[in-house]
């Protein structure tokens, strides 16, 4: 790209670089425009999305004055955090078996860990939703219960849906660090006369907990977001955040969602900021 | 294998396939028991064997001057709508890729990060972004009302539900785009020009065949999540023009037909499954011709 023959070409070049640069406006455009519209009319004073009437904190105070709204997000912490520290445990574990074992179906297994990632989310919360329903039931007929005690679907079985697509993506992740991991530092730590359970913990772990983390990070961000799912394994009294933000964006447009998506936007910025920091100190 | 290793791979194993096991693979293969039993109504299954689902799934007819009856359209026109996103995502997304690779380390990560942040975002929250600029009386048609414009009717349109897909996938494009063309030797470039090759030749025989691993990356991870899009046919295309997503949910939520949603959600995977084995064999088959 640096020498160019002849001045025709040299006219083409330019333009074709104008185009770059355009279309790279109109991508950015595209994607920040309407995220920038959101926020800003979350602080409009008008009912009516139409037009700018005046700066207004008063949608902010609804939204933390509304119970529904701050019992989802409670929710949506409990779900995330349980569902995160299971899945890192569960996918850090199976990451140290693939990449440091030889095994019989391995292969086979390295497959089934894509599926979860691969499946449209729709066909995976139909099926835990006909999956719950059966054994919830198996199990409320074997235990007797009935009514008001009878098992259902809630919060517990949404953790339990999210931990088994984030085990894939946490694996994913940790996998990669152990990959880049020089196994020389592993063998001169057993040269040394470490035995393997203090290799690990003195020098595996330690190298590869910025993968860790990041795993953790997105299997975080991941439930935190997760509507499909969440939507087909909740039950009564297990309304998620972006649960909750759908039912009102089906009944109608109104400017406490715009605050709410505000929060959720901050949220998100404040994961990426902390990912981008680990990613730092991993020296990646 | 000595004794002990064996039983450190099982403790480190067994756990993570346990849950995969019972909380995914199960549920799947419970679903293509379902596709084959009896319906009860208001969700459920009644356990006797039927195929009812299937023919009805195939056998319902088009209705008058139709080819196909409305399942097998809503089949067709979710693939339809996932080429036409991948294509449109392409389109904007190679060149946006292209453009980043050139720019200078540093203000290259600046970029990155740009397109990395709406995949760290709340997806519905993205969603409705749009439905608010593109409600009836929303931004875009207060706009313009306010420049004394005829106002527009895109909300619930396929165009409403094609803005939020392609919205929704272009950083999945991007990003498998920019990971090839950053490993592109721009010195093969300057080696076709030396030897007399054209732009177009330029892009059609060198470029584009480099680069091919990460068009067919990000034509996949656009391609089948957007089959299987729920959020932005539900919010954008307000369930009137239905994909996959929305029969699937209506069968398994009010319309209570457990063994019809099950038979879609079978056939969806089994084309979703002859999809990336026809992509494996085909990446085999190029291997090899580029080998030989």
Known sequence: ?284 | MTARKRTLLRILLAPGAFWIVVFFLVPSALVFIYSVLGRQAGGGVVWSFTLEAYQRLFLTPPPVGAWFNDFVIIFLRSVWWAVITSAICLLIGYPLAFFIALQRPSIRNVYLFLVLIPFWTNFLVRTYAWKFILNNNGLLNSILTALELPRVSIINTPTAVLIGLVYGSLPFMVLPLYASIEKLDFNLIEAAQDLGANYLRVLTRVVLPVTMPGIVAGITLVFIPVTGQYIVPTILGGGRVAMLGNLLAQQFGPAGNWPFGSAIAVIFMILLMAGVVAYLRSEARREEASLS
Not at chain 1, 18 to 30: A, D, E, K, Q, S
Not at chain 1, 209 to 221: N, Q, R, V
Request: aromatic letters at 10%.
């Open chain 1, 1 to 284: 790209m640096r020498t160019v023959s002849s001045p025709p070409a040299n006219r083409l070049l330019t333009a074709g670089k104008g185009l770059l640069w355009l279309n790279m406006i109109f991508c950015f455009l595209f994607l920040y425009a309407p995220i920038a519209v959101l926020v800003a009319f979350s602080f409009n004073d008008s009912r009516l999305a139409a037009s700018w009437q005046g700066f207004t904190l008063r949608w902010y105070v609804e939204v933390f004055n509304s119970r529904s709204v701050i019992s989802a997000f409670q929710n949506s912490l409990i779900v995330a955090f349980a569902a995160t520290i299971i899945a890192t445990i569960l996918g850090t574990m199976t990451s140290l078996a693939m990449e440091r074992f030889r095994f019989r179906l391995r292969r086979t297994y390295d497959g089934v860990l894509y599926l979860p990632i691969i499946i449209p989310d729709i066909v995976m919360a139909v099926s835990l939703l006909a999956f719950f329903s059966l054994t919830l039931g198996w199990m409320n007929s074997l235990l007797g219960l009935q009514g008001a005690q009878a098992l259902r679907p809630g919060l517990a079985t949404v953790v339990i849906a999210h931990v088994a697509f984030n085990i894939s993506f946490v694996a994913i992740v940790v996998r990669t660090s152990l990959r880049e991991l020089d196994p020389m530092l592993e063998e001169a730590a057993q040269d040394l006369g470490a035995d393997e359970w203090t290799t690990f913990r003195k020098v595996t772990l330690p190298l590869i907990m910025p993968g860790i983390l990041g795993g953790a990070l997105l299997a975080f961000t991941l439930s935190l977001d997760d509507f499909v799912i969440t939507f087909f394994t909740t039950g009564p009294g297990g309304t998620t955040l972006p649960i909750e933000v759908f039912g009102r964006i089906r009944r109608a447009i109104s400017p406490e969602i715009n605050a709410i998506s505000t929060i959720m936007l901050m949220m998100s910025m404040i994961l990426i900021i902390v990912s981008q920091i680990f990613q730092r100190r991993s020296g990646r």
